[in-house]
């Protein structure tokens, strides 16, 4: 038997080149992002399963993938992908879990250092001729508030309190089902005033969901100090662009340092408000995982998924929609 064909949508299929090519489980076949004519590659190639990025997927997908098929998310988030739908039609939905913490808690410190040391804000001026050193700040005994402290907020927390010497405050609606250790932090909070009340920094590590749509709006942005730094690695849906807009133009917030957004590629609430334009932000394309080191790994990772469905082990998947399970009767 030859082996099961895999499509690949095109920037995933670039991201893991390397690993794409180089299998001989499956045989990986780019295909367009495009939901109608990514269902039209499934039906012509006979593809039993996907790999996708963070395109969002919400019909033709799960009526044209078999049953059994994953739907593999190239990366960790997956808002982008309707489980109620996959798991209706016997679909197993999988993520990348684990392998990209280091590259996206690196990027967050890297953000909050550029914005301590004003660090875009002068290279632009370089660039333009002007000699105008700004007076930046120690990130030693500086404060971040870390908002939803699982695995990438873990390591963030690492870095932080180890390389920097900062005193770091985790925010989590409950304390239970903590990832990794509390060593890391100086505080737990359950209450986010309590937990950004002294921060010269609040990072965001909440995943994207009906629950956390919007949570940085306008009451919460209120809560952080004038001298704060909001940053975002998590994703777009959680912040208000709109709260985050008028916070930043007034100046009831430092800056903002964003990775992630509502909307992307970009596309701001209306023309009269785009961040990009601000010069208290620091903005970059959605880069948290887009290291040589950490491509690799959700490739690998994700190509692993579909093996293992192959082989029939559902239970050794990285499954976002385990009830799919007690649907197959397993």
């Known amino acids: 038997m030859p082996p099961p064909i895999v499509l690949v949508t095109p920037p995933e299929l670039q991201r893991g080149a390397a690993v794409f090519r180089s299998t001989t489980a499956v045989t990986c076949i780019e295909a367009p992002s495009d939901e109608d004519a990514l269902a039209e590659a499934i039906r012509t190639s006979g593809a039993r399963h996907v790999i996708v990025g963070g395109v969002p997927y919400r019909d033709r997908l799960y009526s044209t993938l078999p049953a059994r098929g994953v739907i593999a998310r190239f990366g960790v988030g997956y808002d982008n992908i309707d489980r109620i739908k996959a798991t209706a039609a016997g679909l197993l939905c999988t993520n990348t879990p684990g392998v990209l913490d280091q590259s996206v808690a690196e990027l967050t410190l890297l953000l909050v250092a550029a914005a301590a040391r004003h ?33 990438i907020g873990s390591a963030v927390a690492r870095i932080a309190s180890r390389g920097f010497e900062m005193r770091v405050i985790g925010y989590r609606r409950s304390t239970s089902g903590v990832a990794g250790s509390d060593g890391e932090f100086a505080e737990i909070a359950t209450d986010f005033g309590d937990a950004v009340r002294e921060a010269d920094f609040v990072s965001l590590h909440i995943p994207a969901g009906s629950e956390n749509r ?7 942005l209120s809560l952080l100090q004038p001298h704060a730094w909001l940053i975002n690695t998590a994703r777009g849906a959680v912040v208000d662009e709109g709260a985050l807009y008028d916070a930043l133009v007034e100046r009831r917030i430092a800056g903002a340092a ?4 509502d909307r992307e590629p970009y596309q ?33 990772r994700a190509l692993q998924n579909i093996v293992l469905a192959e082989a029939r082990n559902f239970t050794a998947m990285d499954l976002i929609n385990p009830d799919v399970l007690r649907l197959m009767g397993r």
């Open 214 to 220: 919007h949570f940085i709006n306008r009451e919460r």
């Open 268 to 300: 701001p609430i209306d023309s009269q408000r785009d961040l990009r334009v601000l010069e208290n932000v620091i903005a970059v394309p959605h880069v948290g995982s887009h290291t040589v080191a950490c491509n690799r790994r959700m490739a690998e």
């Open 258 to 261: 964003l990775d992630v957004f």
């Open 119 to 151: 660090v875009t804000t002068m290279a632009a001026q370089m660039r333009q001729g002007t000699w105008a050193p700004i007076e930046g700040t120690e990130l030693h005994g500086r404060t971040l508030a870390i908002v939803g402290y699982g695995r």
